[in-house]
């Protein structure tokens, strides 16, 4: 497997590709998004409030911040299960946790507030 970032329109993706008889081809269950639609395993989204949202609609599996965490691009702040897929919800700024909205086994829609940065 592979790792690439890949920008359209402003936005950062992180995908993953295998490698199959010598052709790259990407592996169906680490496609992170339909570039139309979410935000999967990539940066989270950062209003102008500095609000984290769910990019996509699942439950809530791993929590890896609190309150007065300070994070930097890149450090996961959620692991979101969708259709029995985890995916990294990541900062993308340095930043300081304000508050934490949601607690784990929660379930959030696209765009619910996750967390607010100070």
């Not at 592979?2 to 199959?20: F, G, L, N, S, T």
């Not at 989270?44 to 609609?57: E, F, G, L, Y």
Request: without cysteine; aromatic residues 4%.
């Amino acid at each position: 497997m592979r790792k690439y970032k890949i920008k359209i329109a402003d936005k950062i993706y992180e995908v993953e590709v295998e490698e199959i008889d010598n052709h790259v081809t990407p592996h169906p269950s680490q496609i992170v998004e339909s570039l139309s639609t979410a935000n999967i395993g990539s940066k989270a989204q950062i209003s102008p409030t500095k609000a984290v949202t769910a990019p996509i609609p699942g439950k809530i599996m791993k929590i890896s911040v609190i309150k007065g965490t300070k994070v930097v691009s890149g450090t996961s702040l959620f692991v979101i299960e969708a259709m029995k897929m985890e995916n990294d919800i990541l900062a993308d700024t340095n930043a300081t946790v304000a508050e934490v909205l949601v607690k784990e086994g929660d379930m959030v829609q696209t765009g619910q507030i996750l967390l607010r940065y100070e």
